[in-house]
């Protein structure tokens, strides 16, 4: 008898949106998540605004916390991961390990959906002397959010607000030098997003960003990039910066402003180094756990990525999120909502063909 | 990213599974099961350091042939005598050869002439000569350190300049060769840092050192430079600083840490003038400012030569300079007991080193006597040229154990 559950990987945004999907369409949900709590990248990492329309994240991760945790066709296991799979479509047996005792469990499962999202690139792996792990006053989008979200945006070695700060794009991203070659489609959305609420909250600081090109997809070409110069008054500057050093209480800055094809040298109080996404180690484990495909970056493959894009390598195994690849709120939750489409389907086809059979 | 819970530092760890940048030497080690190449083995024994990536790199300790710089023989010789006398007082086994050329830095970096197939042969001709000897190449000059990395890489990528240069080569008589790794002298310093520190006979402990890296070392071809979690948290290059903290010294920080030494190559050639204005105003002034060094030390000819001999011309003009500056391997020779002037060779360099050796308490009055007789005894006729001879008994032997 083919089993009527989905498994869902991951308690973020993704498997959130999936989950809550899956169980709306009538099918039942085990969802298993490592850490103690549901909510994902946004809330561990503590993200204040929404890049898209400046929503509360905490807000809305919680709304989105509370249609799952509330739903009955939802079971939550926290703490708890992923350690073996066998079988196939309609007939997953998928181990599942309790991280306080090592209980093992067993789930069987229709369908599985994979949503175990990503990391932020870590800046000591970076080419550039960037700095991160020298100066306190070199920070990443992820620091600076968390500052953004208490509402104390300071530099990190006095205490004080800074004067002059500026964001560094395509921080592990688009860089064929350390092998990641691909955009993470939303740092220049969030930087952009953060130099607004740095200059919301600290009025009297001058805010630059340097970058290489800006990428504002869709809407946030209105409403994030154009305010942030006109109404905010957001210095963009096209240039690379190449070094960070330490010169008296201040960062400098080196690199070359390439609209004016000469060298710069700025002082800065804090630099915010615009990271971008790889994927996170539970993605990266999962996917050998379950036997997907990944790409060369460790992201999980999608076969046919315009037409299917919530497919991997197995039947009846999906993905939702930036476990595929970069993804910014808006392609997650599609996706999320496909793959909950697609996982159900296959569920109901896997108990027509036992039925049949 | 980790935070150290006593100093609340950022720690950086490095994921093993993370992807890297392709490592070159994977391709070299195919092209010789293709039938490509002669790839040369690291010689046993070596020793495994970390690099920029994480990726291993094997560095030998002995049956080394080094390839000597030009710029070292010509104008700071003590450089390659204190790199041999390291080996000789360490018990490990070296070739010095005499069928080394130079290689096609000035070549390649500054004038541009010439042509892909001739610079590669260059390299080529040096590594099928010291295939031929057994002993591994061991290469003293960052440039050429430099130079032959961005020569590998354009010999794995492009089958037609290996035909090319095979063809070169075979009507010298020789195979194409490639070494497992292309190793730097301050690679196999730092490899040997803990032997040479167990022998240091002065004490280093109140010396203010600053490091200048050198950019041909570790911005060129960046994958194979060595870099140390212990040593800058693995985020600057490990060699010369790993060097200088071992013996004890006080490695001083300063913001112009990045920056070029001022040679540039193309600068030194065509713009003299800023080359010696950068080095005095960018960096020695700097770190006199920040970091009030009692020595700088690098890594690399050009380096040495410019931080040092700029500083002569900006003595006239009253500039705050006379910061002594040498190689990490002259540093660590003069500590082990090495002599002055009869190895280490210090009265080529223009900066006034002798507070240095006073701080170290080495008596460079007597060694400076002890060298003058050396003149006499040359002039006389009684001796052509020093040998290692005359400096061999220096330091006593119980000093110098072989290294295990």
């Known amino acids: ?22 169980a709306d369409l009538g099918a039942r949900v085990v969802l298993v998540e490592e850490r103690d709590r549901l909510g994902g990248t946004p809330v561990f990492e503590q993200y204040a605004a929404l890049t898209h329309g400046f929503q509360d994240a905490e807000e809305v991760m919680d709304r989105m916390v509370r249609a799952v945790v509330g739903h009955p066709g939802v079971e939550v296991r926290l703490r708890s991961k992923v350690v073996s799979c066998e079988g196939q479509v309609g007939r997953f047996r998928v181990g599942v390990q309790r991280l306080e005792d090592g209980a093992p469990a067993t789930v069987e499962a229709g369908a599985i959906i994979v949503a175990t999202g990503f990391q932020h690139f870590d800046p000591g792996r970076e080419t550039q002397v960037y700095g991160y792990y020298e100066y306190p006053d070199v920070i990443t989008l992820a620091d600076a959010e968390a500052m953004l979200k208490a509402k104390r945006f300071v530099r990190p070695s006095t205490g004080l607000p800074p004067e002059r700060v500026c964001f560094i794009q395509c921080v592990g991203s688009r860089d064929r030098q350390i092998g990641n070659e691909y955009c993470s489609k939303v740092c220049c959305g969030i930087a952009s997003k953060q ?9 009297q600081c001058k805010v630059y960003i340097f970058y290489i090109d800006m990428r504002m997809y869709g809407y946030w070409e209105n409403e994030i990039y154009w305010p942030a110069q006109e109404q905010y008054k957001v210095n963009y500057i096209k240039g690379i910066a190449t070094e960070i050093i330490r010169k008296g209480d201040k960062l400098l800055v080196r690199g070359e402003d390439t609209t004016l094809g000469r060298p710069l040298e700025v002082p800065m109080d804090v630099v915010i180094l615009s990271v971008g996404m790889e994927p996170s180690k539970g993605t990266r484990e999962v996917a050998k756990v379950l036997g997907l495909k990944q790409n060369k970056y460790g992201f999980i493959e999608v076969p046919h990525e315009g037409v299917d894009p919530v497919a991997t390598s197995v039947p009846g195994i999906f993905v939702a999120g930036a476990a595929a690849g970069p993804k910014d709120l808006d392609d997650t939750l599609s996706m999320a909502g496909a793959a909950a489409m697609k996982a159900v389907a296959a569920l109901r086809r896997a108990a027509a063909a036992g039925a049949a059979g | 990213m980790d935070t150290d819970r006593t100093t609340g530092q950022r720690v950086f760890r490095r994921d093993p599974d993370l992807p890297t940048p392709e490592d070159i030497r994977e391709r070299v080690l195919a092209l010789e099961e293709a039938g490509e190449w002669i790839v040369q083995r690291v010689p046993q024994p070596y020793r495994e350091v970390p690099t920029k990536y994480g990726w291993p790199k094997k560095v030998p300790l002995q049956h080394t042939w080094h390839h000597k710089s030009c710029g070292q023989c010509g104008h700071i010789p003590g450089y390659s005598t204190a790199i041999f006398w390291l080996h000789r007082k360490l018990g490990l086994d070296y070739d010095d050869p005499r069928d080394q050329t130079s290689c096609t830095g000035w070549n390649y970096y500054a004038s541009a002439t010439s042509n892909a197939a001739a610079q590669a042969a260059v390299a080529a001709r040096n590594f099928a000569a010291a295939y031929a000897t057994g002993y591994f190449p061991l290469i003293h000059c960052g440039t050429s350190y430099g130079h032959y990395k961005e020569v590998r890489e354009e010999l794995v990528k492009h089958g037609e ?12 008589g020789k195979p194409l060769v490639m070494p497992e790794e292309i190793v730097h002298y301050s690679e196999w310093v730092y490899a040997v840092r803990e032997e040479i520190a167990a022998r240091r006979v002065y004490d280093c402990s109140e010396v203010v050192v600053t490091v200048h890296p050198a950019c041909h070392y570790y911005k060129l071809v ?6 140390d979690p212990d040593i800058y948290g693995g985020q600057r290059t490990a060699v010369v600083t790993a060097v200088a903290k071992a013996l004890g010294a006080q490695v001083r920080d300063y913001s112009t840490w990045f920056d070029c030494c001022g040679f540039g190559f193309r600068h030194i050639l065509v713009q003299r003038d800023f080359t010696r204005s950068f080095a005095v105003s960018r960096k020695i002034e700097t770190m006199i400012e920040e970091a009030k060094p009692d020595v700088v030390l690098t890594h690399d000819t050009g380096c040495v030569t410019t931080l040092d001999k700029s500083q002569f011309a900006a003595q006239v ?8 500056v040498m190689s990490e391997a002259q540093f660590a020779a003069l500590a082990m007991g090495a002599h002055p002037y009869r190895v280490c060779q210090l009265h080529w360099h223009a900066a006034d080193y002798r507070p240095l050796l006073e701080k170290m308490g080495i008596d460079w009055r007597e060694r400076w006597r002890e060298f003058e007789e050396d003149l006499e005894r040359i002039q006389r006729g009684e001796k052509e040229y020093l040998t290692w001879e005359d400096v061999d008994a220096e330091v006593p032997a119980r000093h110098f154990l072989p290294v295990s």
């Open chain 1, 195 to 203: 130099a607004i609420e740095i200059r919301q909250q600290v009025p």
């Open chain 2, 161 to 172: 300049l290996r035909r090319q240069v095979r063809e070169i080569l075979a009507k010298l």
């Open chain 2, 222 to 227: 960046q994958g194979d430079a060595i870099y």
């Open chain 1, 1 to 22: 008898m083919p089993s009527d559950v989905v498994l869902v990987i991951g308690g973020g945004p993704a498997g959130l949106e999936a989950a809550r999907g899956v």
């Open chain 2, 317 to 324: 003009h009253k500039k705050k300079v006379g910061v002594p």
